[in-house]
C-alpha cells in the first residue's frame, strides 16, 4: 500500500519560503511521476507542479519563478520549495503519485494516491 506524508506547511507573511516535503513508502517512488496540488477554501483542486521520472518538471502559471519541485529517489521524498509567498497561495497542499511507469498529466485524476494535505497561510 502507498503511503503518502506530507509535512513543512505553516503560516507566514507575504514574501515569505516555506519548503513543503512528501515522504512516500510502499511504492516505487523512482518509476512515479509525483505532483503537487493546492486546494484553497471553497475551491477545486488545482495543479501546482509536476516531476517526471525523466526529470523534466512543469509548473503551473502562477508558479513558475517562485515554486521549485524536486525530488530525492534515495530519501522517497518529494519537494516543493515556495518562495515570495503572496495570500493567494493560502491552501491546503497535496503530494500526489502516479501509478509507477505511467505518463501522468497534470490532471488529478491521472494520480492514484494522495496524501493527507498540509495546510500553508500566508498573510498579508
Known amino acids: 500500500q502507498v503511503r503518502l506524508e506530507e509535512s513543512g506547511g505553516g503560516s507566514v507573511q507575504r514574501g515569505g519560503s516555506l519548503r513543503l516535503s512528501c515522504a512516500v513508502s510502499?511504492?516505487?517512488?523512482?518509476?512515479?511521476?509525483m505532483g503537487w496540488f493546492q486546494q484553497a477554501q471553497g475551491k477545486d483542486r488545482e495543479f501546482v507542479a509536476i516531476?517526471?521520472?525523466?526529470?523534466?518538471?512543469h509548473y503551473a502559471d502562477s508558479a513558475k519563478g517562485r515554486f521549485s519541485i524536486s525530488r530525492d529517489n534515495a530519501k522517497n521524498t518529494l519537494y516543493l520549495d515556495m518562495n515570495n509567498l503572496k495570500p493567494e497561495d493560502t491552501a491546503v497542499y497535496y503530494c500526489?503519485?502516479?501509478?509507477?511507469?505511467?505518463?501522468?498529466?497534470?490532471?488529478?485524476?491521472?494520480?492514484?494516491?494522495w496524501g493527507q494535505g498540509t495546510q500553508v497561510t500566508v498573510s498579508s
Open positions: 500526489a503519485a502516479s501509478a509507477p511507469w505511467s505518463r501522468a498529466g497534470i490532471r488529478s485524476r491521472d494520480f492514484t494516491s
Open positions: 510502499g511504492s516505487t517512488f523512482s518509476s512515479s511521476t
Open positions: 516531476s517526471w521520472i525523466d526529470g523534466s518538471r
